[in-house]
């Protein structure tokens, strides 16, 4: 079974902190993607990353960066929180394949 | 752009029933993918049921099967015989086979069993 797994399943910071959220996926998976989920707006993307150090933005990646040093594992950056990124944090790896599957969530509180 | 909407925030349905989820979606293109993932309350967001647009069958997966109307982009899930177990938050998802691998999602419809 493929295996996401994310650093915190819950996280609280203060608002200007930098923030690293871990995922790592054991599966040799090509693309790893990073969600932000709010309610009544769905899943948004904010970066993916389709090969080591290789990244494309998504839908919402302002106040976001995201690093891919190795295949196995993508970090999601906040370089200054903000009260507004509060939120559930969703990662997803897959390969060629449509199907993606995901880590279990961070919930990040900014204070 | 494509969107996707689930016009259900919430349902519900009594234990053993049928229930229909919802969803529309808008394409200018005929060849892609239909998705359904299921977000239990701990969180971990599985693949509950996925459809090919040039597929005409509608995609069954045990108790859960889809119907799927290409013309009126539509692709409602439903489940038979709910169990407790069901309930969670339903995702609708789609995406263009020329895509590169992003997924459109829907807003979210929340199911409630009633024992």
């Known amino acids: 079974d493929v295996k996401v797994t994310q650093s915190s399943r819950y996280l609280v910071k203060r608002t200007g902190e930098k923030v690293f959220l871990e995922c790592v996926q054991d599966?040799?998976?090509?693309?790893m993607f990073w969600y932000r989920q709010d309610p009544g707006l769905g899943l948004r993307l904010i970066y993916f990353s389709y090969d080591v150090k290789m990244k494309e933005k998504g839908d919402i990646p302002e106040g976001y960066s995201v690093s891919r040093e190795k295949k196995e594992r993508f970090s999601l950056i906040l370089e200054s929180a903000s009260t507004n990124q509060t939120s559930m944090y969703l990662c997803?790896?897959?390969?060629?394949?449509?199907?993606?599957?995901f880590g279990p969530g961070t919930r990040l509180t900014v204070l | 752009a494509q969107t996707v909407t689930q016009s259900q925030p919430e349902m519900s349905v009594q234990e053993a029933e049928t229930v229909t989820l919802s969803c529309t979606y808008d394409?200018?293109?005929?060849?892609?993918?239909l998705f359904w993932y299921k977000q239990p309350p701990s969180r971990q967001m599985i693949l509950v049921i996925r459809?090919?647009?040039?597929k005409q069958q509608n995609a069954t997966e045990n108790r859960f099967s889809v119907n799927f109307q290409k013309a009126a982009k539509s692709f409602s899930l439903k489940i038979s015989d709910s169990q407790l177990g069901d309930a969670a938050m339903y995702f609708c998802?789609?995406?263009?086979?020329?895509?590169?691998?992003?997924?459109?999602w829907g807003a979210g419809t929340k199911l409630i069993i009633k024992p």
């Open positions: 459809q090919e647009a040039y």
């Open positions: 394409t200018s293109e005929s060849d892609y993918y």
């Open positions: 998802a789609y995406r263009s086979r020329n895509s590169n691998y992003q997924l459109i």
């Open positions: 599966m040799d998976h090509e693309n």
């Open positions: 997803a790896s897959n390969q060629r394949t449509d199907t993606q599957y």
